[in-house]
């Protein structure tokens, strides 16, 4: 049999297919000493070892058997699998919303590859309609693919080319939009366009999955139909993240752009409005219910306002004990012109950082002080080391999650210098990246064990 068939495999794995005769796609039964398997043999990544051999099951997910305990295999299909969906034109319904489909990349237009492994960034927007036929039944959908890299990768230079396209769509008169973005720094470009497009008259719904589109557990397609419905059915004209609420498909969050923050790495209902309450639910059955009494709502007119700035010589550093002096001259020593701290408790940090902090403040960097807690406020007057902090030129940064408050200060600072123009900016909310007080539900972090959590869990859902 050629090479050709047994993709990746070497060594033990290798001659164990060449033994059985049995081929990558092929559709095989593997006895073990474990229990008899039945599935798909997939391709191998090239860093993998050669003591596995890699099964899709019927459920869809992967396996790996251990060489050693296969005792018979037997190929009784061979179809050789096409991962790639083709683009569908996507079809036109009349009376039915526009909305733009901006694709940047990221596990929402994505898919395994299998030559490593990995999850690259490979569907085009149109490959994502021939996926998720739904989307038809909510809106007449148009795709753009703006940028096709991992969240990691997206920076200022991506903000800027988003709010412009953002601001061009709006100026021709789509109904909505819709930017596919992978979940890590999610957050940091939902708040980047709050600040770089302001007073949008249509919603800008910012959507990810944690799971990719291979995956029967994805949250790909839901999450999209979510966004989709948002896009060109709500009335909340803001940038909005929208991603799963509970863990199981019940209905997703609308989380406003400045508050929402990604909380755990692998669960689909990562996302979570903090200090505040998501904007709104919503649901393929009921669409978009507000949370929020106050919002910006949806309006006919095309007015928008596009502010794509951004300094990138703005740091954000994490405030630990013992953290020494020279992480502040170095940002100031090599020309950092803002500095995001997130202290400890209402915004503190170690006596031997002040001559490092004072240098830079009569240097002209910018610093904010935010608290690393993530929820509650800065209140830099309470004890004499915030009162201290402050004098040398550190400003309170009240409550604004730390990573809104650096992506906040790098828009500022592309835009002046003035130390008193930047903190008047900085200070002056866009849309709740600081808030005057926290709600009484807006904090609500509880730990299993508890008897009242435990009798919430049994009665609801996680």
Known sequence: MSEDFFQGYKGHALELLKKYNVRVWGTAEIETTRGKFAGTVLPRSENDDDLHIVLKIITGYNIGLDVKTITDMKEIGYKKANYKIPEKE?????????????????????????????????????????????????????TEKLFAVFSENMGPEQYKKLAIA??????????????????DTLS???????????????????VGSQRSSD??????????????????????????VCMFGPTSDEYGFLHRG??????????????????????????????VRP??????????????????????????????PNMQPDIIDSLTDN?????????????????????????????????FMAVQTLYGFCHMYVYDTGRDLMAKGIIPAENFLPETAYIKLGWVLGQTDDPEEVKRLMMTPINDETTRREPYNGYLVYQGGVPEVEDFLKTFHK
């Open 258 to 287: 400045t508050r929402v923050r990604k909380m755990h790495s692998s669960y689909r209902s990562t996302f979570r409005t903090l200090s505040d309450t998501p904007l709104a639910t919503i649901s393929k059955k009921d669409g």
């Open 166 to 183: 953002i601001g061009k769509e709006i100026e021709n008169g789509i109904d909505g939009i819709i930017i596919g973005h992978g979940t």
């Open 335 to 367: 020309g950092y012109r803002g500095i995001i701290i997130a202290g400890t408790g209402l915004g503190h940090i170690n006596k031997p950082l002040y001559p490092a902090i004072e240098r830079a403040a009569k240097k002209g960097v910018h610093i």
């Open 90 to 142: 996507f079809p036109f319904t009349d009376g039915f919303p526009a909305v733009k489909l901006i694709g940047t990349g990221g596990t929402i237009a994505s898919r395994l590859d299998y030559r490593t492994g990995a999850v690259i960034p490979a569907f085009s927007p149109g490959e994502l309609y021939g996926a998720v036929p739904e989307l038809a039944d909510v809106c007449n959908l148009t």
């Open 188 to 206: 940091h470009t939902a708040a980047a366009l709050t600040f770089m497009v302001q007073n949008s008259p249509v919603p800008i719904v910012l």
């Open 291 to 320: 949370i929020k009494k106050e919002y910006n709502h949806r309006r006919k007119d095309r007015n928008v306002i596009i502010k794509p700035f951004f300094e990138e010589k703005v740091s954000i550093v994490y405030y630990y």
């Open 215 to 240: 995956r029967p557990s994805s949250d790909a397609a839901l999450n999209l139909i979510h966004a989709a419905t948002a896009a060109g059915h709500g009335d909340i004209a803001e940038v909005m």
